[in-house]
């Protein structure tokens, strides 16, 4: 299979981990391509991804009963997070160790880097760790602790944890809230605090957000915009964010 092709399908199959469907239309969006180029793609494809009623979903005659669990925030502002995880996943090198954040948009993140690239990799979600376990070069290392069906996030049971002892070059830290004057938010104390644990112990803070979180304010506080060393978004942010020292990347 072409190697173009394969990568398309490939997108295709991680965006169905995450919801029941998707319309043609808003596929060939997500992947910058034409309707009649997917379902060329389609046609010749003999993996899990049909084209039924101008719906792609999963091929029912392949599927299990082990798909993961979809959460209602998974299911919002897709294409946004795409472009978010794709400009966030170049970011990632060889030699890399990186944490990756809980949060709807991290997995965009994880399923977009470029699986020949050699990296570790620490994550404390499930949703994470499922997409970075099928990558060929990257070494998982999952952070223990009680497990919430509502996020799908490790909380740790003991003071001491696989943050405290691993330094990473690059922490993805995703936002629920993101203001110029209240800073960075997220919906769980808990997580918030991981967030900051991370924040403190890697060379290069990254704030990876799509544009719906601006200006809002969540009840969890992770810390202010001049904590991180750059914010990705999706878009062009508003002009009060040229107020803060921190570099901007969007696409």
Do not use: W
């Amino acid at each position: 299979m072409d190697k173009k092709v394969q990568s398309r399908i490939q997108k295709l199959e991680f965006l169905l981990k995450q919801m029941d469907k998707i319309h043609l239309r808003d596929a060939a969006d997500m992947l910058n391509v034409s309707e009649m180029t997917i379902r060329r793609d389609l046609s010749t494809n003999t993996g899990s991804v049909v084209l039924l009623g101008g719906y792609i979903v999963k091929d029912p005659q392949k599927a299990n009963d082990n798909n993961y669990l979809i959460f209602e925030q998974e299911t919002k502002h897709i294409a946004e997070k795409m472009q978010v995880g794709k400009l966030a996943a170049e970011l990632v090198q060889d030699g890399d160790v990186v944490f990756f954040d809980c949060g709807s948009t991290v997995p965009f993140i994880a399923s977009q880097i470029n699986s020949s690239i050699k990296f570790t990799a620490l994550c404390c979600s499930i949703n994470s760790f499922l997409v970075l376990q099928e990558k060929p070069h990257c070494h998982v290392i999952l952070c223990g602790g009680h497990y919430s069906r509502h996020n799908s996030f490790l909380t740790p049971i003991q003071l001491n944890t696989e943050l405290d002892a691993i330094c990473t070059t690059k922490a993805f830290i995703s936002a629920a809230g993101v203001d110029v004057k209240q800073g960075v938010t997220c919906f769980n104390v808990d997580e918030a605090k991981t967030k900051h644990k991370a924040m403190v112990k890697t060379k290069q803070a990254i704030l990876v957000f799509d544009h719906s979180k601006v200006n809002k304010v969540q009840q969890a506080y992770v810390g202010d915009l001049a904590q991180f060393d750059l914010l990705v978004c999706d878009q062009t942010l508003p002009v009060i964010f040229n107020t803060i020292k921190s570099p901007i990347l969007t696409k």
